[in-house]
T-cell receptor, first 116, second 115 residues
């Protein structure tokens, strides 16, 4: 049963520290999405990759957030420096596009980040 | 701009009752996709269904059914004979058929099934 994996599952850090979250998409999926879930904003897209190339990161604060796909099996989301308002659950999702469309996005278990 | 509204913040019913979760969407696109996801207490997001804007047929999967009405921009979800395991937060989502295809989520409906 193929699944998206995310590490760490929980992270507590102090303001100003760098945070790196990792995602392993389902084997064979060529699209990766990063979402953030907070009580106030709900679920919102941060970044989107297809074939490892970033296609849309308009939802991501550029000054402190960065997303990369070093290879097809790893996507990373970094926050430097972290702030308390970054506290949220960060979800990675992957999918396989058929033509130009990704029909289903399968979500990982999320990383719960707390910045104190 | 796309928008999804789930007006019911919380619903609580007794086991075996039927329950309907409402979803209303806004989009200027003529082609789009609608989704429902389930988020159980464990926190993961579980894909339930995808519906193409061209396909207005209702769908049934076991105790779950979905009613898509383009005329009212609604995509409602009904659970028949609810069970305690159905307790979760349910999200309706919309995506365009082109471009970034990001999912725009509603705020979610927290469903509690009481024994």
């Amino acid at each position: 049963d193929a699944r998206v994996t995310q590490t760490p599952r929980h992270k507590v850090t102090e303001m100003g520290q760098e945070v790196t979250m990792r995602c392993q998409p389902i084997l064979g999926h060529n699209t990766v999405f990063w979402y953030r879930q907070t009580m106030m904003q709900g679920l919102e897209l941060l970044a989107y990759f297809r074939n490892r190339a970033p296609l849309d990161d308009s939802g991501m604060p550029k000054d402190r957030f960065s997303a990369e796909m070093p290879d097809a099996t790893l996507a990373t989301l970094k926050i430097q420096p972290s702030e308390p308002r970054d506290s949220a659950v960060y979800f990675c999702a992957s999918g396989r596009d058929r033509g130009l469309y990704v029909y289903e996005q399968y979500f990982g278990p999320g990383t719960r980040l707390t910045v104190t | 701009a796309q928008k999804v509204t789930q007006a019911q913040t919380e619903i609580s019913v007794v086991e075996k009752e039927d329950v309907t979760l409402d979803c209303v969407y806004e989009t200027r696109d003529t082609t789009y996709y609608l989704f429902w996801y389930k988020q159980p207490p464990s926190g993961e997001l579980v894909f339930l269904i995808r519906r193409n804007s061209f396909d207005e047929q209702n769908e049934i999967s076991g105790r779950y059914s979905w009613n898509f009405q383009k005329s009212t921009s609604s995509f409602n979800f009904t659970i028949t004979a609810s069970q305690v395991v159905d307790s979760a937060v349910y999200f309706c989502a919309l995506s365009e058929a082109r471009g970034a295809q990001k999912l725009v989520f509603g705020q979610g409906t927290r469903l509690t099934i009481n024994p």
